[in-house]
């Protein structure tokens, strides 16, 4: 996983993580909110990236901690939070050594799940389970195999001035997502996200402590009219959101 910091960093330069709170960031933290119990308040958000969901949850009542192993995504979550007047608890760790004194109604992770092996998101599902408070709820959003090898490999895109393209690595089960500055390939840095059909995630949370008790696909990308579909098939969307609870 020492491609972590370098992607993310390079992904920051490219302007991603500095947009406002928008429509889609609410309706994540809606989702949230509407799941939990009515005197729950207390959020993890793991992978904060620029706070935009962070700040939403705020914005519901909910007292947020967030946390990124980023330098620059944890100075931006701060700068967002301060913008927008919320009060939010920042913190730059590795979600799998850091240690949490403190535990949560709930612990979100969006974009991102899947960075390691089976055995660090196994890590990962340990510590989440530990830091949850009893009846607690853990929402984390998993990368769909099939659209990733069968819609999105071998696609490329331009954002500002950064190119993208994805590919899959079907040995692994993984999906390859490769940024570098227009002109410049020889700078390309890439994450590699380790995606889960429902089934495969089923077995790897066997003996962890959690259980599953929603399943929400999401939306997809039709490549060919070059639109974003809010809301797909389990077969067909790029990412489906679990939400889990102790036994």
Known sequence: MNWIKDFYKHQ?????????????????????RERLKQNSTTILELGCGG????????????????????????????ALAEKTNMKIDVVQGDFHSIKLEKKFDAVVYFDGFGVGEDTEQQILLKNIQEWLLPNGLAFIEIYNPLFWKEKAAGRS????????????????????DAWWPVGHPE???????????????????????LKIVEV????????????????????????????????
């Open 51 to 78: 706070g935009q969901v962070a700040v939403a949850m705020s914005e519901l009542g909910l007292e947020v901690t967030a946390l990124d192993l980023v330098e620059e995504m944890v100075a931006q979550t701060k």
């Open 216 to 247: 929400v696909p999401e939306g997809t990308i039709d490549y060919e009219n070059k639109k974003y579909i809010n809301k797909a098939s389990q077969e067909e969307c790029m990412s489906y959101l679990v939400v889990l609870s102790e036994p």
């Open 187 to 209: 700078k390309k840095q890439a994450q590699s996200l380790r995606c889960y059909s429902l089934s495969e995630f089923e077995i790897l949370i066997k003996n962890i402590g």
């Open 157 to 176: 895109t331009t954002i500002g001035n950064f190119e993208r393209q994805y590919d899959f690595d079907i040995n692994k089960n993984r999906m390859i």
């Open 12 to 32: 920051f330069e490219a302007g991603v993580y500095s947009t406002p709170v928008l429509d889609y960031h609410r309706e994540k933290a809606q989702f949230v």
